[in-house]
């Protein structure tokens, strides 16, 4: 064993057991130390031989071996006692008892300056071995610390993504005062109504010229059914021969005046169009962009605020904008006018009745509506008339027709009561001007049916009142019973009023009956 | 010696401490990064999904704005009973109408290319999401597995996608518009 104590080479795990020996076996003086294998040698080994010691090595290998590369660090140190340690051992007189009393007996044989020597050796051993754990609990804290957040070298640091991470905390606003954000809503708001605004200004200035327009156009039908008739009167046959009569003459001069300055409004009704479309037009392209502005790029809400203020201003309605001075059309020739008034003297009535209404006309123009009542025709200045009083009813019921134009015109009154019983037949354009009137209640007895086409406008009557009473053909019935489910009261025969309820209930229109001629 | 014996008693378990410790920690810093990589995929979904939901809301609202122009140059064509392309644009309402869809549309086209794209990252991280399950169930038999490739690409990944995800949803710009004829082919179809 002694060769094994050898300082000159590097310790072997045995050495290093061996090397350990006098602290070791020191250690091994309680036989609560002493582990069942070493037990179990000192037991069955008679005496302490190199064999029983090679078992106690192999025994506490694994505490040696964990301490070994410390303990036999400084094997210059380690080889004195572990000689006599061994050599204690060795003892040729060791009788077989138990391991732990060789042991023990061992301790007392170990002279002085073995244990001083001991005692010097523990001290650096126990330092190094505080030194190795520091060392050791270190790097586990470094590496655990390390591979916890590892970087990955060839991936490139994560940019912290912009206006969805980071939203940075707005400081306080000062009470009372908006944020720039709410300033810029708020002009933006204005801004928006400012257009709409102008443009409900342009669209009421275009209604005002439509208006306008419209009554130069019912001047001009006034003024040529006049003419019409003095020419008819005067029996002319040609322009020049007209013109010597200066009534007629300045009848057609109006015409023509009023013809120029109706198709002159066409230009400010044009500029206003313009303008009222492009002004819609940017502020919806202006709305658009400002709902993506927050999440679109390269919106350019300086260009549309830019474009809005120039079209705010170049779209004002000034009299100048308005002006039609240099936009009088070429106006229409007398001659054009003469033709066209001539062909309509030759459908101009001149019997007695045709003379009676035209006085009664007159008459209603003058204020009197005493005769109102036997008009036959009604010509449109009798309708202008009309239209014009303050008469709360009308009974007309004399009058079997009339034109598009006086229909127009009559409709304008601003009565309750109007009835027309002399009426025969509605066509749709008749209808779509009768069912415009703005009264309450309206006679059509001398109907006996309303077509489809013409009963389809009266959905669009405000009018609360509807007689029908002359009825006779269920056409029409099914808008019959829908305006009256939407809160009109109608007067029909009965006949119509049970087709009209049968088609409330069923939604189904009758049939026909086979040879009757109707439903 | 009692204190001799502790004092190396001590020496050995902090050994073995330390030893633990740097091989524990060596493989539990893998887990640790993928369940930490799992929580930035998710919050990255959560994200690219939030946007998309905002683009498809904004798309919707552009696509009724669309038709709604759309229809009123239907209807104003039928007012004025043009035909032609060239006819249409000498009306106020038609021409306007007909440049305001170009734009919205040309915003539609572009929400819908960075819908798709959202999509396809959402599937990407799905993807990644699956990988990295595996790759921790195989840590977890194995003790060990080779993430450093999975994680160079799904880094790289993550930023690209965090970054297009909090970029605009689109750019406003007048390149790639539809063109006009096209559009008034559309109307003309009913489309």
Same mark, same amino acid.
């Given at each position: 064993?002694?060769?094994?104590?050898?300082?000159?080479?590097?310790?072997?795990?045995?050495?290093?057991?061996?090397?350990?020996? &006098?602290?070791?076996?020191?250690?091994?003086?309680?036989?609560?130390?002493? /582990?069942?294998?070493?037990?179990?040698?000192?037991?069955?080994?008679?005496?302490?031989? &190199?064999?029983?010691?090679?078992?106690?090595?192999?025994?506490?290998?694994?505490?040696?071996?964990?301490?070994?590369?410390?303990?036999?660090?400084? +094997?210059?140190?380690?080889?004195?006692?572990?000689?006599?340690? $061994?050599?204690?051992?060795?003892?040729?007189?060791?009788?077989?008892?138990?391991?732990?009393?060789?042991?023990?007996?061992?301790?007392?044989?170990?002279?002085?300056?073995?244990?001083?020597?001991?005692?010097?050796?523990?001290?650096? =051993?126990?330092?190094?071995?505080?030194?190795?754990?520091?060392?050791?609990?270190?790097?586990?804290?470094?590496?655990?610390?390390? @591979?916890?957040?590892?970087?990955?070298?060839?991936?490139?640091?994560?940019?912290?993504?912009?206006?969805?991470?980071?939203?940075?905390?707005?400081?306080?606003?000062?009470?009372?005062?908006?944020?720039?954000?709410?300033?810029?809503? $708020?002009?933006?708001?204005?801004?928006?109504?400012?257009?709409?605004?102008?443009?409900?200004?342009?669209?009421?200035? *275009?209604?005002?010229?439509?208006?306008?327009?419209?009554?130069? #156009?019912?001047?001009?039908?006034?003024?040529?059914?006049?003419?019409?008739?003095?020419?008819?009167?005067?029996?002319?046959?040609?322009?020049?021969?007209? !013109?010597?009569?200066?009534?007629?003459? =300045?009848?057609?001069?109006?015409?023509?005046?009023?013809?120029?300055?109706?198709?002159? !409004?066409?230009?400010?009704?044009?500029?206003?169009?313009?303008?009222?479309?492009?002004?819609?037009?940017?502020?919806?392209?202006?709305? %658009?962009?400002? #709902?993506?502005?927050?999440?679109?790029?390269?919106?350019?809400?300086?260009?549309?605020?830019?474009?809005?203020?120039?079209?705010?201003? *170049?779209?004002?309605?000034?009299?100048?904008?308005?002006?039609?001075?240099?936009?009088?059309?070429?106006? !229409?020739?007398?001659?054009?006018?003469?033709?066209?008034?001539?062909?309509?003297?030759?459908?101009?009535?001149?019997?007695?009745?045709?003379?009676?209404?035209?006085?009664?006309?007159?008459?209603?123009?003058?204020?009197?509506?005493?005769?109102?009542?036997?008009?036959?025709?009604?010509?449109?200045?009798?309708?202008?008339?009309?239209?014009?009083? +303050?008469?709360?009813?009308?009974?007309?019921?004399?009058?079997?027709?009339?034109?598009?134009?006086?229909?127009?015109?009559?409709?304008?009154?601003?009565?309750?009561?109007?009835?027309?019983?002399?009426?025969?037949?509605?066509?749709?354009?008749?209808?779509?001007?009768?069912?415009?009137?703005?009264?309450?209640?309206?006679?059509?007895?001398?109907?006996?049916?309303?077509?489809?086409?013409?009963?389809?406008?009266?959905?669009?009557? *405000?009018?609360?009142?509807?007689?029908?009473?002359?009825?006779? *053909?269920?056409?029409?019935?099914?808008?019959?019973?829908?305006?009256?489910?939407?809160?009109?009261?109608? %007067?029909?025969?009965?006949?119509?009023?049970?087709?009209?309820?049968?088609?409330?209930?069923?939604?189904?229109?009758?049939?026909?009956?086979?040879?009757?001629?109707?439903? | 010696?009692?204190?001799?014996?502790?004092?190396?008693?001590?020496? $050995?378990?902090?050994?073995?401490?330390?030893?633990?410790?740097?091989?524990?920690?060596?493989?539990?810093?893998?887990?640790?990064?993928?369940?930490?990589?799992?929580?930035?995929?998710?919050?990255?979904?959560?994200?690219?999904?939030?946007?998309?939901?905002?683009?498809?809301?904004?798309?919707?609202?552009?696509?009724?704005?669309?038709?709604?122009?759309?229809?009123?140059?239907?209807?104003?064509?039928?007012?004025?009973?043009?035909?032609? !392309?060239?006819?249409?644009?000498?009306?106020?309402?038609?021409? @306007?109408?007909?440049?305001?869809?170009?734009?919205?549309?040309?915003?539609?086209?572009?929400?819908?290319?960075?819908?798709?794209?959202?999509?396809?990252?959402?599937?990407?991280?799905? %993807? @990644?999401?699956?990988?990295?399950?595996? /790759?921790?169930?195989? =840590?977890?038999?194995?003790?060990? $597995?080779?993430?450093?490739?999975?994680?160079?690409?799904?880094?790289?990944?993550?930023?690209?996608?965090?970054?297009?995800?909090? #970029?605009?949803?689109?750019?406003?710009?007048?390149?790639?518009?539809?063109?006009?004829?096209?559009?008034? +082919? /559309?109307?003309?179809?009913?489309?």
């Amino acid at each position: 064993m002694a060769e094994t104590v050898d300082t000159t080479r590097g310790p072997s795990p045995t050495e290093g057991f061996q090397a350990l020996g &006098p602290i070791d076996l020191g250690d091994l003086e309680s036989p609560a130390h002493m /582990d069942t294998a070493s037990e179990g040698a000192a037991e069955t080994t008679p005496a302490i031989t &190199p064999a029983a010691v090679a078992e106690v090595q192999v025994a506490t290998h694994t505490a040696a071996s964990l301490a070994g590369p410390a303990g036999v660090s400084n +094997g210059e140190e380690a080889t004195p006692a572990g000689s006599e340690a $061994v050599q204690s051992l060795d003892g040729p007189t060791a009788e077989p008892r138990p391991a732990a009393p060789v042991l023990k007996e061992a301790a007392p044989g170990l002279p002085k300056t073995v244990k001083a020597t001991s005692a010097q050796t523990r001290r650096p =051993l126990m330092a190094v071995g505080g030194v190795i754990l520091v060392l050791a609990i270190a790097s586990g804290v470094w590496l655990y610390a390390r @591979y916890r957040y590892p970087t990955l070298p060839d991936v490139q640091p994560r940019s912290v993504p912009e206006g969805v991470v980071v939203v940075p905390e707005k400081p306080a606003s000062p009470s009372n005062q908006p944020e720039p954000a709410d300033d810029d809503r $708020v002009a933006w708001e204005a801004k928006l109504r400012d257009i709409d605004t102008l443009r409900q200004t342009l669209l009421a200035k *275009k209604e005002e010229i439509l208006r306008l327009q419209q009554n130069y #156009q019912y001047g001009i039908l006034e003024l040529e059914e006049e003419a019409a008739r003095l020419i008819r009167r005067g029996g002319f046959d040609s322009l020049p021969q007209a !013109l010597k009569n200066r009534q007629l003459e =300045l009848a057609l001069q109006s015409i023509q005046r009023r013809q120029s300055y109706h198709d002159a !409004l066409a230009k400010p009704l044009h500029w206003i169009d313009l303008g009222s479309e492009e002004l819609l037009y940017l502020r919806r392209r202006a709305f %658009f962009d400002l #709902q993506l502005k927050e999440i679109a790029e390269d919106i350019d809400i300086t260009l549309h605020s830019a474009d809005i203020d120039s079209a705010l201003t *170049k779209y004002q309605p000034t009299p100048e904008r308005l002006s039609i001075n240099n936009a009088v059309p070429v106006q !229409l020739s007398l001659e054009v006018i003469w033709k066209r008034l001539a062909e309509q003297a030759r459908h101009v009535g001149t019997s007695a009745d045709d003379q009676r209404d035209l006085d009664i006309i007159a008459e209603v123009c003058s204020g009197s509506f005493g005769r109102v009542s036997e008009l036959s025709i009604l010509t449109l200045k009798g309708a202008r008339c009309l239209a014009e009083s +303050g008469a709360m009813q009308l009974f007309l019921n004399r009058l079997g027709s009339m034109s598009s134009a006086a229909a127009r015109k009559l409709c304008e009154w601003p009565g309750q009561w109007l009835c027309l019983n002399g009426v025969t037949r509605l066509s749709p354009e008749l209808a779509s001007q009768l069912f415009a009137w703005p009264g309450e209640w309206m006679s059509l007895n001398g109907l006996s049916e309303v077509p489809d086409e013409a009963a389809k406008y009266l959905a669009g009557w *405000k009018g609360r009142q509807l007689e029908l009473m002359g009825l006779r *053909k269920s056409t029409g019935v099914k808008f019959l019973a829908q305006w009256e489910v939407s809160g009109g009261r109608l %007067f029909v025969p009965d006949d119509i009023r049970r087709e009209i309820e049968m088609f409330r209930r069923t939604g189904q229109l009758p049939a026909p009956a086979p040879n009757s001629g109707r439903w | 010696m009692d204190r001799n014996r502790m004092l190396r008693t001590v020496c $050995v378990i902090g050994f073995l401490i330390g030893t633990l410790g740097t091989g524990l920690a060596a493989e539990d810093s893998k887990s640790q990064d993928l369940n930490r990589v799992l929580v930035d995929i998710k919050a990255a979904a959560k994200m690219i999904n939030q946007r998309t939901a905002l683009a498809e809301e904004v798309r919707q609202k552009l696509a009724q704005q669309a038709d709604e122009l759309k229809a009123e140059i239907h209807l104003e064509r039928c007012r004025v009973t043009v035909a032609s !392309l060239p006819q249409a644009r000498q009306i106020s309402r038609i021409d @306007y109408n007909l440049r305001l869809v170009q734009r919205l549309l040309g915003y539609i086209d572009r929400l819908d290319h960075r819908i798709d794209f959202f999509r396809s990252a959402v599937h990407t991280l799905e %993807f @990644y999401r699956r990988q990295i399950r595996d /790759d921790m169930l195989m =840590l977890k038999t194995l003790n060990d $597995v080779d993430t450093a490739s999975l994680m160079r690409q799904l880094g790289a990944d993550l930023d690209h996608f965090k970054n297009q995800a909090s #970029q605009p949803l689109l750019t406003a710009s007048s390149s790639g518009l539809r063109p006009i004829e096209t559009i008034w +082919g /559309d109307v003309l179809q009913g489309k």
